[in-house]
């Protein structure tokens, strides 16, 4: 941005650069007017950050007249971390001082520059030295110089100090360039020398660069000794009482003339920057300290009121520091070289400015502990300086790099000053101040993380013993010892100390106390942490707090102070990064308070903000999901409301939609809109009304109206219209939503645009449309025509149609480099008219030429040089330029389709005036302008579609965004609110009112500015004014929400004036108004009443004092308008009240079955009352049975015993299935064998079935025999039954366990557990239940007999009434008054009210209260009467009434107690009267009657004496009647009333033991999951015992088949010998040899393959090698050399054969064996393995029952101590003593007289089963005498039968022999059905070969058909071809006779040739099959085939061509 031209002349240019070259030897001193301020500058001479200060080098002297030198010099020496030499230099004059004061140093641009380039190299690595030269120094001060013309207020009173040095500047301008050309000259003569110096050096680290800057320094040393040194000047030091002025240092707005200085106030601050980290300080026992933007607040945590001191740089505060006696508070400033401020404190005046210690910002500054007298501060990016200083001072002790990336925390030791920690991103680092012999250094080293992940460490502590403890990003904590992490800390089971980072570390009074992202306070054990240890490095030393608190919901503490009140030393103030101040108690006792929220602010960002219409209240909404409400001229918060998602923006609703201005709009990020309503609470009473303080908030709340969801994100802005009719949204998906305002919001419909939505305006009203414009990202702006409601149907989809909805588009291009060129040109041009216009007067002084031609070169050469620098300017633009268009707001302008936009981005620093056209009016206009081209005419030329037509420079800006705008209500000032926290205010020429933006901007040039908030984040997101143009309220994205009282101002004249007395002068010319409404009605009435005392002819009628009936109707409608109206105001409040209602109904009656009803006598005083009683969940005992079924499922207590059930069913179903798939089977090959067999002969088929009954026989008896043989007991064997016998009577003896005995079993059927207990619990309160509830039932039935005698009874009233009126009253007797029920016995009626009730109960409650209030006011006159009563007369001096004002309460109370009964008691009172009042008129009658009767006659007499003896006698009777039926109700309610008194006692004894229950089940509940985990234990152990046991079953089983397949082998091979010697026969010559051939053993073996084959064949050989078998002898006889492998000579070769083939199968069978027996073995083995493993299963079984045995009775031991309460009377007491009843009942055992009883009859049980015993006993002896020789018989008989057997088998067969092979010789079954089968199958394949003969016949037969065909088409074809073969030779032959011999030769060959190759082929193939059939033959037993066809000539090869031809 240019600077203004005035601001720009030859002399500011001037006067700049003499400032810039000052003087370093200037020793004069100032002038005695300039005293004062020079004791102001004198205290910068300390400041080591001045350029003019200098560093004592090696081999140089020390002066304090060097013009330039480097603040900092490191040593690069090994292992010692960055260094800094101490400064102990003076700097040479005050001038230079300040300016460096005011002015970034150049020395610490270029040191900063130069470490930024560096960022990459490690830390560890020695920050270079740093110097610059004079011409730079001249640069950077003219930069300073610039940067204070745009600063003015900053500097302002610097300039007033300096103005006065100008003549010494001036003077020693010359001197100083002549030491500049010194000092060049010299560095070009000794470049050289100098780089060969630094190459031969050790510590050579830095480049050609470096080697340069020390160069220059040698320059430098060199001229400083060339010059004169003047003597030194001694160090001022500042007195102790020295103090700044604050108010003329802080920064200041920035204003014309046509503003005040003080043009806002502020007036309150409700923000906090609560996010920020350390943001509050304690200051004494009432305030804190944080910072606000540019202001730091100090906060009165009694009565909240607030003071704010501003800062004096306007950037913002970076950080905050507070002395350890909190005498001073320190302020580190953000911006550019900011200072760090020093207050006292409470006076807080201005004591100690530090300035220069960082570039941009402070991170973090420390005071050192104890006295405080250092200030350690760490700057930001991007030289993270770490500065010490002795700020009493204002001098800098040390300063060093702190580190490459951000720093977030600096602190001194607690223990030693000497010692410094700081922490940051990724880095912890330990540093040190230590003497060396370069002076005083700062030497750090970084700690190392070694295996523990990295992590940024936000806070730590370091600890008593040098230890330093940090946090981490996951929330653990780590111990720092040396450098290194000796442990890592973190609670058990693997959490984390805290969830999230840890904010904080406090060590106080020997407690370590945490602070974390969680919400939770902390306190470990020091001891612990301090000796915590490990064994491996990477692990984690677990360890639970001492203590903890959470602070409540959302709650995150980002810091903690203590409170300094020595009565609380355990209170403490948390900073609540949720935004808040809590108040924490962290004594951990019993009478700890609960944590207390002082103060609530919106946490980040405060993304809306708007003021009511009506009100002084404002709303505001932030990312922490709240909204609040402020009054903000009383300072309150009125209310808040907490939502599910962050509020995006707010929208209070104009007065046209809400009159009353009480409703707002709230966006949020989910895309919903919520219509939110301000409203007073619930009345609480006038008592709580008058006690309530002005400060208590708690009567106004949020009321929610009306949610809408017209977004799917976050809604952006929101508009309403002028005439509050349409309300539209946009969102950041796209979209835009229209919805009409009628008694609710309406949705109209949504239209979709092609970017998000970022603002939205209306179109005013001289627009005369009814559009919207919207803008969007990337630079698109669209004006929308508002749809009408109705107009479009939503019932599918709520978007409207695209050709329903005008839209027009424009996208910006920018122009701002046009705007920049022009502005430069401009700039230019004026500095030369200026010049030019000094030149031309200069030369009418002077006239002389040849001046004017040098003149005139120089200024061509100074054009051209500016001309050159706007190029690098524009080309520097060009670059920042990103081709991001961001549009940050959008609104209307004066004239038609024109709007403004304020631009973010590149495009900032301007406002731009735009024009809306369509799409088709722009090509249009390129038409137009083409043909204006073509025809050569000089047409006007239009900017292009979508360029700005006006652009409106923010001047002085910077080209900061403007990010908010407001043009106040009276439409006088526009307010702008900027990203750099500056808040700007406009005057407006145009006014117009009623709008909140502007139509028209003008030249921005005059204004009036103010940095509020900070100036890196704090940008203004909302500004606004009251309603009343009073106050100005701003709200940032940093938190910050300040309200700043506003003087007006007058633009006219240019004076300002003050609000208040305007609305002073406008009160006075108010007209007096009628604030009493009855005013009115007292005049009428008293002119009613003057006319009623007129005679009657005078006065007028009722209808003539209507003036009009129009008059009277519209008075009429206007009331049922306002009645209308307050019902729709008060329609919430009505529908609250009933939702209320309904709400407290469901929860308090509709819950309840029965309400406690109260049954009365009617002649006794009896009452008997319902149980009050509420709905059961479980009406009948099915319903609970089921319900607690599934709860038990539910819980999963059954769940294995389900899934066992559920396997053993699928197992049962298995094995069914398999069952049913073997009887198939069997059926089915049954049916096939009988099928096969139904075709054998008959005699085949009697022998098979002779041989299938004597094998069923035999199966028979092989099975009864197995049967008897596993029933066969053991030695060891006992009868089951008498096992379960006598466990049942050991279960069952009769005698009675105690369970308070110490061997008490808890039998597994009496095992209490959870759910049976919560069973029985449930049980018993359904029982309850039911007992209430069908007494309940009686007592209703009860009164329902009462109404119907009530109803009998007054029936028979009226008949008695009759009779005695009849009678008369001499006769007449007094009557019972008619009986009624009472309100208890129908409390129903309570419930039933009318108008009329409402308003008399509304009375009572307003009389209540009126009693309420007279009786607190007599206590307080009684108490105050006490007081006085000293006095005579009391107070007044008047006698005391005190007592009739007690009694008058008491009268007053006891008439509104007789109000509330109900309407019908009142009703029933009247009646009752009635009903007298008839008696009295027939008591009257009958008195008339009787004195009728004296004059009637003895007839007449008799018969009414009749008449009166029957009447008397009806009379009676009645009497009678009505007195039984009130009797007998009476005694039968004395019998319910008497069975209620047992119920109650069975009652009460029922919760008695509901109560006992309950606590069994509180500590069942307990023991519930130990005891499942036993269970669970035995269950495991119980189940693997059952796969054991299934495993050893099964493993037997196997081991039994393997058993069983060894015999069969065994006889198999018994088999083969019998066959071996029956094929062998009798007197066989060649047996011994045959049985030595059956004998001998065979071993196979794999012959090997050969690795190299020499040919195909023997590769296919080896591949097709089979198993040859070599024998050796039984024998092994060696000897023997018989081969046995070739049949003898003379015997039979099938003999041999045969032999040869028993003795593979006999070999076979011997290896099967072998392999069967050794897995028989593997089996056996496997088997007593596993029965190993099934005892010891059994043994952890038996000792996991015995586990949960013990468990039971530990917990029968338990329920034991449970105290139960027994009903007792005295005659069951049976123990006595002496007589007596004992006092003490504890030895006592409570038992039950059927137990007893039990017990007596049970040994009388006893002895008669011990007697039934022995008789039995003596009857088992005596048959086991019998069965013993039974025994012995049989096996007598057995004998017998057996030697009879082998005598028949001898007489018959000769020997003794097998029957089952016997079986076997004369039929083989398989044999005979495998014959049938094969003749079976022949048959059938005869068939078929049958089938396909034929079959081939007929195909043969069709074969010949075509080959004769074919045979004929052949014969037709030779001899075509014969006769073309002959053509074609008749040719060849005319054509080549002359070579006909010598081709046809040629062919010849050509065919023998042809022929050998065919037979070498055939060759071939013969041997070939020649040598296959050698290799078989060398194979033994090989058969060879002859070959399947000889070697032939493939038949389908035929000759080629050239052989043919």
């Not at 100690?352 to 006295?371: C, E, K, M, W």
């Not at 009806?1514 to 007998?1528: F, V, Y």
């Not at 088949?1601 to 065994?1610: A, G, S």
């Not at 003999?1695 to 028993?1702: A, E, I, R």
Request: net charge negative; hydrophobic share 30%; proline share 3%.
């Amino acid at each position: 941005m240019a600077d203004n031209p005035s601001n720009s002349s030859a002399d500011n240019q001037q006067s700049s650069e003499d400032q810039g070259l000052q003087s370093s030897n200037q020793s004069s001193s100032p002038t005695p007017e300039s005293q004062p301020i020079n004791t102001i500058s004198n205290q910068d001479t300390s400041d080591s950050s001045h350029p003019d200060q200098q560093v004592p080098m090696e081999g140089q002297k020390h002066s304090d007249n060097v013009p330039i030198q480097s603040d900092i010099q490191h040593d690069d020496h090994a292992n010692d971390g960055n260094e800094l030499t101490h400064s102990t230099q003076q700097s040479c004059n005050h001038i230079d001082n300040q300016a460096a004061n005011n002015d970034a140093s150049p020395n610490d641009v270029d040191s900063h520059n130069q470490q930024t380039s560096n960022t990459n190299q490690d830390d560890s690595e020695q920050n270079k030295e740093a110097i610059i030269t004079n011409d730079q120094y001249q640069q950077s001060n003219t930069t300073g110089q610039s940067s204070q013309q745009q600063n003015p207020s900053t500097n302002q009173a610097t300039n007033q100090t300096f103005s006065q040095y100008d003549a010494y500047l001036k003077d020693d301008s010359d001197e100083e360039e002549e030491k500049a050309k010194l000092i060049k000259k010299k560095s070009s003569d000794d470049t050289d020398s100098d780089d060969d110096n630094d190459e031969s050096s050790d510590d050579q680290e830095e480049n050609n660069t470096t080697n340069a800057n020390d160069n220059q320094n040698d320059i430098v040393q060199d001229a400083v000794q060339e010059e004169d040194t003047p003597e030194e000047e001694e160090e001022e030091i500042l007195p102790e009482d020295f103090y700044y002025d604050g108010d003329q240092l802080q920064s200041k707005s920035i204003a014309t003339d046509k503003y005040p200085d003080q043009l806002l106030h502020l007036h309150h601050s409700f923000g906090y920057e609560c996010t920020k980290a350390s943001n509050l300080y304690m200051m004494d026992s009432q305030h804190v300290l944080f910072s606000a933007g540019n202001y730091v607040q100090i906060l009165n945590l009694i009565n909240g009121q607030q003071q704010h001191i501003r800062t004096t740089g306007g950037g913002g505060i970076g950080a905050v520091a507070v002395h350890p006696e909190r005498e001073y508070f320190a302020i580190a400033e953000r911006g550019d070289t900011p200072n760090i401020n020093i207050y006292h404190y409470p006076s807080l005046r201005l004591y100690r400015i530090l300035r220069g210690g960082t570039q941009n910002a402070y991170a973090h500054v420390d005071f050192s502990p104890g006295s405080g007298i250092h200030l350690a501060s760490v700057g930001c990016s991007p030289d993270y300086m770490l500065t010490i200083w002795d700020w009493k001072r204002e001098k800098i002790v040390l300063r060093t790099k702190a580190f490459s990336q951000d720093v977030f925390n600096v602190t001194f030791s607690p223990e030693n000053e000497g010692h410094l920690t700081t922490c940051g991103a990724g880095h912890i680092k330990f540093w040190t101040m230590a003497e060396t012999f370069t002076g005083l250094k700062l030497q750090g080293y970084l700690g190392k993380f070694g295996r523990t992940q990295i992590s940024d460490i936000i806070s730590f502590v370091e600890l008593p013993d040098g230890k330093v403890l940090s946090g981490t990003d996951w929330g653990n904590m780590l111990v720092w010892d040396n450098g290194l992490i000796k442990v890592q800390i973190g609670r058990k089971g693997k959490k984390s100390c805290h969830n999230g980072s840890i904010e904080g570390f406090f060590y106080d009074e020997g407690e370590l106390i945490t602070i974390g992202n969680d919400g939770f306070v902390r306190v470990w054990d020091f001891e612990t942490i301090d000796s915590a240890e490990v064994s491996e490095e990477g692990q984690i030393f677990e360890m639970e707090p001492m203590y903890e608190l959470k602070v409540g919901q959302d709650v995150k503490l980002k810091s903690m102070v203590k409170s300094v009140d020595a009565n609380v030393v355990s209170i403490w103030y948390g900073q609540d990064a949720g935004g808040g101040i809590w108040k924490l108690d962290l004594s951990f006792s019993h009478t700890t308070k609960p944590p207390e929220k002082l103060f609530s602010y919106h946490a980040g960002q405060i993304t809306g903000m708007q003021t009511s219409p009506k009100h002084h209240m404002v709303a505001t909404t932030a990312e922490d999901h709240t909204v609040k409400v402020y009054h903000y001229t009383d300072k309150l918060t009125l209310c808040s409301s907490k939502f599910n998602t962050g509020g995006t923006c707010l929208l209070w609703l104009p007065e046209s939609v809400d009159p009353l201005g009480v409703s707002i709009l709230v966006g949020f990020e989910d895309g919903v809109v919520r219509i939110l309503r301000i409203a007073k609470k619930i009345d609480e009473g006038a008592i709580q009304r008058r006690n309530r303080s002005t400060t208590d908030i708690s009567s106004t709340q949020i009321v929610l109206e009306q949610v809408l969801k017209p977004h799917n994100s976050s809604v952006t802005c929101m508009a309403i219209d002028n005439a509050g009719d349409t309300l539209v949204t946009g969102g950041a998906d796209s979209t835009i939503f229209f919805f009409a305002i009628r008694d609710t919001f309406q949705a109209i419909g949504f239209i979709t645009v092609s970017r998000p939505v970022v603002s939205i305006s209306w179109a005013p009203e001289s627009h005369k449309k009814k559009a919207v414009l919207v803008c969007c990202q990337d630079g698109i702006a669209l004006e929308v025509e508002a749809p009408k409601p109705g107009v479009y149907s939503t019932s599918k989809t709520y978007q409207l149609p695209d050709e329903a909805i005008k839209i027009k588009e424009f996208k910006f291009h920018t122009i701002k480099k046009n705007l920049r060129i022009a502005e430069a040109e401009a700039i230019k041009q004026a500095e030369e008219d200026a010049k030019q216009k000094a030149k031309e007067a200069a030369r009418r002084e002077n006239d002389e030429d040849s001046g004017d031609e040098e003149e005139k070169e120089q200024e061509e050469e100074q054009i051209a040089n500016e001309k050159e620098e706007v190029k690098e300017e524009e080309e520097i633009e060009e670059e920042l330029d990103d081709g991001v268009r961001t549009i940050i707001k959008g609104f209307y302008a004066d004239e038609v389709d024109h709007f403004w936009l304020s631009m973010g981005g590149y495009d900032a620093g301007y406002l731009y005036k735009c024009k809306m056209e369509t799409h088709e009016a722009w090509q249009a206009r390129i038409q137009r302008e083409n043909e204006n081209v073509d025809q050569n005419k000089q047409a006007t030329i239009e900017p292009i579609f979508g360029e700005p037509i006006k652009a409106v420079p923010v001047t002085d800006s910077n080209d900061s965004p403007v990010r908010s705008l407001h043009l106040s209500p009276n439409g006088r000032l526009l307010l702008l609110g900027l990203d750099n926290g500056v808040v700007r205010c406009q005057p407006q020429e145009q006014i117009v009112k009623g709008n909140y933006l502007p139509l028209d901007i003008p030249e921005l040039t005059d204004y009036w500015s103010l940095a509020v908030h900070d100036c890196i984040y704090g940008r203004i997101n909302n500004i606004c004014t009251s309603f009343d143009n009073k106050y100005i309220l701003t709200s940032g994205s940093d938190g910050n929400f300040f309200v700043f009282s506003y003087t007006e101002v007058d633009t006219v004249d240019g004076k300002y004036r003050s609000s208040m007395s305007m609305s002073i002068m406008e009160g006075d010319n108010r007209m007096e108004d009628i604030t009493d409404r009855s005013a009115y009605r007292v005049r009428v009435r008293k002119i009613l009443n003057r006319n009623n005392e007129l005679p009657g002819r005078l006065q007028l009628k009722r209808s003539e004092f209507e003036l009009d009936q129009l008059v009277k109707g519209d008075i009429e409608k206007q009331k049922q308008d306002k009645i209308k109206l307050v019902q729709q105001q008060l329609a919430w409040e009505s529908e609250k009240t009933n939702v209320t209602l309904r709400k407290l109904q469901s929860r308090f009656k509709d819950g309840i079955e029965f309400e406690r009803i109260a049954i009365k006598g009617f002649q006794k005083r009896y009452s008997v009352a319902t149980y009050r009683l509420a709905y059961s969940n479980f009406t009948s005992g099915e319903d609970f049975k089921d319900n607690l079924h599934r709860t038990a499922t539910e819980s999963g207590d059954n769940h294995e015993l389900i899934t066992r059930e559920r396997t053993k069913s699928q197992t049962a179903n298995s094995g069914v299935k398999k069952r049913r798939i073997k009887s198939r089977g069997s059926q089915t090959s049954a049916r096939s064998d009988r099928r096969l067999l139904g075709k054998k002969t008959m005699s085949n088929l009697n022998k098979l079935s002779k041989v299938e009954q004597r094998k069923r026989k035999k199966l028979l008896r092989q099975r009864e025999w197995e049967d008897l043989d596993k029933n066969r007991p053991s030695e060891d064997y006992e009868d089951p039954e008498l096992v379960d016998a006598i466990r049942y009577a050991q279960e069952n003896m009769g005698d009675f366990k105690l369970k308070t005995a110490k061997d008490y079993v808890v039998p597994e059927d009496q095992r209490l557990t959870a759910n049976r207990k919560r069973e029985e619990l449930i049980l018993l309160r359904n029982q309850i239940y039911r007992n209430k509830r069908e007494f309940n039932l009686k007592v209703l039935k009860l009164r329902d007999k009462k109404k119907s005698i009530i109803r009998h009874v007054e029936k028979k009233l009226h008949q008695l009434k009759e009779i005695q009126s009849q009678l008369g009253p001499d006769k007449s007797v007094e009557l019972i008054e008619p009986p009624k029920l009472h309100i208890e016995e129908e409390p129903e009626r309570r419930f039933k009210y009318t108008s009329d009730t409402l308003i008399k109960f509304q009375q009572e409650m307003a009389e209540k209260e009126r009693l309420e209030m007279a009786v607190a006011a007599s206590e307080e006159g009684a108490l105050f009467g006490g007081l006085l009563s000293g006095f005579p007369g009391g107070a007044s001096g008047e006698p005391s009434t005190q007592p009739p004002v007690n009694n008058e309460i008491k009268e007053m109370a006891t008439r509104s107690n007789a109000m509330s009964f109900s309407s019908d008691t009142r009703a029933s009172r009247a009646s009752s009267r009635n009903s007298q009042a008839d008696v009295d008129a027939a008591r009257s009658r009958g008195s008339s009657l009787v004195k009728a009767l004296s004059t009637n006659s003895a007839l007449e007499v008799e018969l009414a004496a009749m008449k009166e003896i029957r009447l008397i006698y009806q009379r009676d009777t009645l009497l009678e009647d009505i007195q039984l039926l009130l009797s007998e109700f009476d005694e039968e309610l004395a019998e319910m009333r008497e069975e209620k008194s047992k119920l109650d006692v069975k009652l009460k004894n029922a919760d008695i033991k509901y109560l006992t229950l309950f606590k069994e089940l509180a500590l069942l509940k307990e023991f519930e999951k130990s005891e499942n985990v036993l269970s669970d234990r035995v269950d495991a152990k119980l189940d693997e015992k059952t796969d054991m046991q299934t495993k050893v079953e099964e493993c037997w089983a196997k081991y039994e088949l393997k058993k069983k397949d060894i015999e069969r082998l065994q006889e198999k091979e018994k088999t083969l010998q019998q066959t071996f010697q029956q094929s062998l026969g009798d007197n066989n010559k060649y047996a011994e040899f045959l049985n030595k051939l059956f004998k001998k053993k065979i071993k196979k073996v794999r012959k090997k393959t050969k690795d190299n084959a020499d040919s195909d064949e023997e590769s296919d050989d080896d591949d097709d090698d089979d198993d040859l078998l070599s024998s050796e002898s039984e024998d092994d006889d060696s000897e023997d050399e018989v081969d046995y492998n070739v049949c003898p000579a003379g015997c039979d070769q099938e003999l041999f054969d045969g032999t040869m083939n028993l003795r593979e199968k006999r070999q076979e069978n011997e290896e099967q064996l072998v392999e069967e027996k050794k897995a028989c073995e593997l089996l056996k083995k496997e088997h007593d393995n596993l029965t190993k493993k099934l005892k010891a299963m059994d043994a952890a079984l038996k000792a996991a029952q015995g586990d949960l045995e013990k468990f039971q009775l530990e917990k029968q031991q338990k329920l034991n101590e449970l105290d139960v309460v027994v009903t007792l009377h005295l005659d069951q007491i049976q123990y006595v003593v002496n007589g007596a009843l004992p006092r003490d009942l504890s030895n006592c055992l409570v038992f039950r007289k059927s137990s007893q009883n039990r017990l007596s009859e049970r040994i009388e049980e006893l002895k008669t089963e011990k007697q039934n015993q022995r008789h039995l006993f003596k009857e088992d002896r005596q048959k086991f005498a019998q069965l013993t020789k039974d025994k012995k018989l049989y096996e007598t008989k057995i004998k017998d039968i057996e030697e009879e057997v082998k005598e028949m088998q001898l007489l018959k067969f000769g020997r003794i022999i097998d029957l089952d092979k016997l079986d076997s010789v004369t039929i083989n079954k398989g044999a005979e059905e495998l014959k049938e089968k094969l003749r079976y199958f022949e048959t059938e394949y005869d068939k078929e070969v049958a089938a396909w003969d034929k079959k081939i016949e007929e195909e043969k037969k069709l074969l010949n058909v075509k080959m004769q065909e074919n045979t004929a088409m052949l014969d037709n074809l030779m001899g075509m071809v014969q006769e073309g073969n002959e053509l074609e030779a008749s040719l060849n032959t005319c054509q080549n006779g002359l070579g006909a011999n010598y081709h046809s030769l040629q062919k010849a060959d050509k065919r023998e040739r042809w022929r050998l190759k065919q037979l070498i082929e055939l060759q071939s193939q013969e041997i070939e099959s020649l040598k296959a059939e050698i290799t078989q033959l060398s194979r033994k037993d090989g058969h060879v085939l002859p070959p399947s066809h000889g070697p032939t000539m493939q038949k389908s090869q035929p000759l080629p061509a050239i052989i043919q031809k």
